[in-house]
């Protein structure tokens, strides 16, 4: 047996099988029920919404032999003549093809003739707006007095092309992109019917380069398939995509706050060996800005993403202001992409325009080395490790708030609790979820920082825990807290706004409300 596409295969069949396009189907529907049936329908919308196949099932609705229905049988000859392609009265026109107006003419000749075999004779011309100035006027005139037996069903992407004597007399329906949410939920159902495994990342990756087209996401899926030898995988559809992970993102992100333009040229370097899409990453790049600058106003927003904790971090180091510039420069370089003399190169511009537009930096600030960077490892602390605390968080914190510190190296020394202090040696702790974030260049910054403060040589050793500690950085959000919370308070009890709010009838906008001082 031939293989059939899954973009065909899962082509739908009747409304129950529409996905995303609720209202529509809703409307239509209701107006078959009650036998409202318009002359001529002309769905818009990007490609692989839906727009053909709910005109086929318009045409099953419409001489399905049990009757004008909103549900075709589906089993009656008429019926799977249709999902067959081959209804003799459905007649389908690809407009591109046939832009003259002598094709024109020639298929409306045969308009005034009842249907041979159905109840209705069906015209479905897809991408319309194809055809010319006097194609449109041959259909005109068919469209102002058609007979009744006959049917017009009219698809394009681009309804603005259309004479507005056609649109106005037709019955438009504008059929949304679908959200990656809606496709993602299908695709599971369509694997599970196709026995195939799959990875939940992977859909969603699917989802996300689908870009609101269900069959565009089908395809892919096909695609992804294939290549991995009937398994959909996380690895293997970023690989087919020449997308990244947030994995490969975020040391973009590290390299511009620790303004070191080697880091960033060296992480360039490595996703161009592994052999990505840059347009791709540069598109995936502003995604996670996206994400960030969201964080800087609604900090809990992302609280079930598997990045949340990078999403947070990030958002703490940079301003929103750096933020909204890296959006903007990466918005203009993505559209520049096609101008460049490769992908990479002008990718790897985008990026430098970030390094060095950054307001706090200067250009003699980020040299590019031509030396190999390397990470130190983060020693792990054993379980049954004990160390003997000497300060407590507040003392760590009176120290950070001393040290002449900024960027990434503010924001590790933020973030670490303080467990042994003696002459010669300081432990910190650091959580997992920031381990990744500490590298030797950061280390030996943050050392050289507490050998300054203390005025002699140190070992600065930085361990591992898994469990949560009070912080520079937690002890500062605790204090912000308590003063927004303190403030609420304030507000919500203050007499006069009681009094106000009865009156009038009124509501407290509690996300409005900010304390004067922190």
């Known amino acids: 047996m031939t293989y059939q596409v899954l973009a065909r295969k899962w082509r739908p069949k009747n409304?129950?099988?529409?996905?995303?396009?609720?209202?529509?189907?809703?409307?239509?529907?209701?107006?078959?029920?009650?036998?409202?049936?318009?002359?001529?329908?002309?769905?818009?919308?990007?490609?692989?919404?839906?727009?053909?196949?709910?005109?086929?099932?318009?045409?099953?609705?419409?001489?399905?032999?049990?009757?004008?229905?909103?549900t075709p049988c589906g089993t009656c000859p008429t019926c799977q003549s249709i999902d067959a392609g081959q209804f003799v009265d459905l007649i389908e026109v690809d407009a591109a093809s046939r832009t003259k107006v002598e094709d024109t003419r020639e298929l409306l000749d045969n308009v005034q003739y009842a249907p041979t075999q159905g109840r209705f004779k069906i015209y479905l011309i897809d991408e319309v707006h194809m055809l010319s100035g006097h194609s449109f006027n041959a259909l005109l005139k068919t469209l102002e007095e058609p007979p009744s037996h006959v049917k017009f069903l009219l698809a394009t992407t681009d309804p603005q092309k259309?004479?507005?004597?056609?649109?106005?007399?037709?019955?438009?329906?504008?059929?949304?992109?679908?959200?990656?949410?809606?496709?993602?939920?299908?695709l599971q159902h369509v694997l599970e019917q196709e026995k195939i495994p799959a990875e939940d990342k992977a859909l969603s990756q699917i989802a996300d380069a689908a870009n609101g087209s269900m069959r565009d996401a089908l395809s892919i899926l096909d695609q992804a398939?294939?290549?991995?030898?009937?398994?959909?995988?996380?690895?293997?559809?970023?690989?087919?995509?020449?997308?990244?992970?947030?994995?490969?993102?975020?040391?973009?992100?590290?390299?511009?706050?620790?303004?070191?333009?080697?880091?960033l040229m060296q992480h360039i370097a490595h996703l161009g060996q592994q052999g990505v899409n840059f347009n791709q990453v540069l598109t995936d790049l502003l995604a996670v800005l996206h994400?960030?600058?969201?964080?800087?106003?609604?900090?809990?927003?992302?609280?079930?993403?598997?990045?949340?904790?990078?999403?947070?971090?990030?958002?703490?180091?940079?301003?929103?202001?750096?933020?909204?510039?890296?959006?903007?420069?990466?918005?203009?370089?993505?559209?520049?992409?096609?101008?460049?003399?490769?992908?990479?190169?002008?990718?790897?511009?985008?990026?430098?325009?970030?390094?060095?537009?950054?307001?706090?930096?200067?250009?003699?600030?980020?040299?590019?080395?031509?030396?190999?960077?390397?990470?130190?490892?983060?020693?792990?602390?054993?379980?049954?490790?004990?160390?003997?605390?000497?300060?407590?968080?507040?003392?760590?914190?009176?120290?950070?708030?001393?040290?002449?510190?900024?960027?990434?190296?503010?924001?590790?020394?933020?973030?670490?609790?303080?467990?042994?202090?003696?002459?010669?040696?300081?432990?910190?702790?650091?959580?997992?979820?920031?381990a990744s974030f500490c590298n030797d260049k950061l280390q030996k910054q943050l050392c050289e920082a507490l050998e300054t403060y203390f005025a002699h040589k140190l070992v600065l050793k930085i361990e591992v825990v898994e469990k949560p500690m009070a912080t520079p950085a937690s002890l500062k959000q605790e204090k912000k807290d308590k003063a927004l919370k303190q403030a609420k308070t304030s507000i919500t009890d203050d007499p006069h706004v009681q009094s106000i709010l009865q009156d009038f009838g009124g509501s407290l906008d509690h996300s409005s409300i900010k304390p004067t001082k922190t």
Not at 20 to 42: C, M, S
Not at 296 to 320: G, N, R, W
Request: hydrophobic share 40%.
């Open 162 to 186: 259309l004479p507005i004597t056609v649109l106005s007399r037709c019955l438009q329906f504008h059929l949304k992109g679908i959200a990656p949410d809606v496709i993602k939920p299908y």
């Open 15 to 70: 409304f129950s099988e529409m996905v995303g396009q609720e209202a529509i189907v809703r409307t239509l529907a209701n107006a078959l029920q009650q036998d409202r049936l318009h002359h001529a329908y002309l769905f818009t919308g990007t490609r692989g919404v839906g727009k053909t196949s709910i005109a086929r099932i318009i045409a099953k609705c419409l001489n399905c032999e049990t009757g004008i229905t909103d």
């Open 225 to 263: 398939i294939a290549y991995g030898n009937n398994t959909v995988t996380e690895n293997d559809t970023r690989k087919m995509l020449g997308s990244t992970s947030s994995v490969d993102l975020f040391p973009f992100l590290a390299s511009l706050s620790a303004n070191d333009g080697h880091a």
């Open 291 to 434: 994400k960030i600058s969201v964080t800087q106003v609604v900090t809990d927003i992302y609280q079930t993403d598997d990045d949340f904790a990078e999403l947070t971090h990030y958002a703490k180091a940079f301003s929103a202001e750096d933020v909204q510039l890296f959006y903007q420069i990466g918005l203009v370089g993505n559209r520049d992409l096609v101008y460049a003399p490769s992908l990479r190169s002008g990718f790897e511009m985008t990026l430098l325009r970030m390094l060095h537009f950054m307001p706090q930096q200067t250009q003699h600030q980020t040299p590019i080395k031509k030396t190999t960077p390397t990470v130190a490892p983060v020693q792990k602390k054993a379980p049954t490790e004990t160390v003997a605390v000497v300060a407590d968080e507040k003392d760590w914190s009176s120290i950070v708030n001393q040290l002449k510190l900024s960027g990434m190296t503010k924001v590790l020394a933020q973030n670490c609790a303080l467990a042994e202090l003696n002459d010669d040696k300081i432990v910190l702790h650091l959580t997992a979820k920031h």
